[in-house]
Structure formats: C-alpha cells, structure tokens
C-alpha cells in the first residue's frame, strides 16, 4: 500500500514515449490521472494497511496463507549477519548497477530505433522485402544490436541468483537437494528477469513491434545466434567494460597525450 503511488515520473516516461512516437496519445492523460489518484489515496491506504491484512488474514485460504508465510521466512533467512552485511551490500548494488545500466543501453537502442522508423528513410533499407517482413526485419536488426547488452545484463543476475541461492538454500534445511534447488534458483532469477526486461522492451518499441508468429521466430533465431556466440559477447562486453573504466580513470594529463 505504501507502494501504490507510481510517481511524477511517470509523467516524463509517458512524455517521453509520447514524443518519440512509440506510444499512443491517449497514454499521457492516463498515466496523469493516475498519479494524481495513487497520490491522492496513498495516506488513505497506508492508514487501511492494517486492516485490510487483517481481513486478508481471516478470508484467504490457509495454503495461501501457508506460502505466503513462507516467502516471509525465506526473505529473512537470507539476510546476511552484521560482518557480511556491507560487503554483501555492495556486491549486491554493483550486480543490480550493472543490470539497470545494461537495460538503460537496451531501452534507448529500442526507443531510438523506433524514432529512427517513424521520422527517417531507413524504411526504403527494407524495400526488398514484404511488407509485413519489413518491420520484422527492422526489429530483428535492433535486436541484434541489443544483444551484447541482454547477455551482460543476463550474467549479471545469473550472479545475483546464484548469490541469493547461497545465502538462502542451507543444506539443513534442503539436505540432499542443496545444489540441485540452488541451480534451479539461480536460473530462474536470470530467466525471469531477461523475461521481463523484454516485455518492457516490446512496450517501449510497440510502433515497430512484428506480429507475434514473426516475433517469435526472430526470438527463436537471436537465441540460438546468442548461445552459439555466447563466448563473443561475453568478451567483447569486458574488453567494452574496461575501455570504459580505463577512460572514466584516467587524468586529463593522460587524455591530452
């Protein structure tokens, strides 16, 4: 409930879209209104928290009720004690550092690309083609562009999910499942995050978006590309990550000569 509000913010995202023309018009209007609602009711509703997880409590099903609990308890069991906890702090931002900067190189290829699309000739590129292939191929192109990005960003969580695999399946409790629950947590963290950076790519760049049969050949094809290079991406991203730690590193006496 204290989370309802979605923030001023989302007035520049809308904007933002609306004046790239990725998204549709009626979208600003909606996104004001609901600000203005969220920010209107949040005071109500953390003020009704209680309450209404009380009433929660008295209707929900006792399985629910059971997993629910249980998510609690896991959530607490990895907490790190008070030695750990900085250093597992820190690795833990830089990890999730590291993603959003990945996404952001992500999103702005998509959202240029879509610009790109609407206000430039780029369409005649893809003359040869039909023209429902037009736009698929256009996509698969960004896509491609993106890739090295979604691979980083893909190691990046697969780290943090074997991290939170660690601290939070103990081999007294899982016994001899220990590793194979942590492989599976620690691939499930990667997967559903990549999934969800997606479905937020494929609502940035909606204006060249292919029909979903074509969508989910060249999602077939770019995963196949990615695994078969997977190794070329992995190293051209560090030799990419240290260029750029050398370049924010260096003085200006060095850049000068």
């Known amino acids: 409930m204290g989370l309802a509000q979605i923030g001023e913010f989302s007035f520049i995202i809308a904007s933002l879209g609306l004046s790239l023309k990725v998204t549709s018009d009626f979208l600003y209007p909606i996104a004001v209104a609901v600000s203005a609602l969220t920010t209107l009711l949040t005071p109500y509703l953390i003020r009704s928290s209680d309450g209404v997880v009380t009433g929660l409590g008295r209707v929900l099903p006792q399985?629910?009720?059971?997993?629910?609990?249980a998510y609690t308890e896991w959530m607490q069991s990895i907490r790190p004690d008070d030695e750990g906890k900085a250093v597992l702090r820190a690795i833990i931002r830089r990890i999730l550092i590291h993603v959003f900067l990945n996404f952001c190189a992500v999103a702005a290829i998509f959202l240029v690309s879509a610009w790109a699309w609407e206000n430039t000739t780029l369409r005649g590129w893809f003359d040869a083609l039909q023209p429902t292939w037009q736009i698929t191929a256009f996509w698969?192109?960004?896509?491609l562009a993106a890739l090295p990005f979604l691979v980083a960003a893909y190691r990046k969580l697969e780290a943090l999910g074997m991290l939170l695999?660690?601290?939070?399946?103990s081999p007294e409790v899982a016994g001899k499942y220990t590793a194979p629950v942590r492989k599976l947590f620690a691939t499930l963290l990667p997967v559903g995050s990549l999934i969800i950076m997606l479905l937020l790519v494929a609502a940035l760049s909606s204006s060249i978006l292919p029909p979903w049969h074509q969508l989910t050949l060249v999602l077939t094809l770019v995963i196949a590309l990615a695994i078969a290079l997977w190794g070329y991406f992995v190293r051209w991203h560090s030799r990419l990550q240290?260029?750029?730690k050398e370049t924010l590193e260096s003085s200006p006496d060095d850049a000068s000569h």
């Open 63 to 69: 399985r629910l009720k059971d997993d629910m609990n």
């Open 140 to 143: 698969a192109v960004t896509l």
């Open 165 to 169: 695999a660690e601290m939070s399946v």
């Open 242 to 244: 240290i260029a750029l």
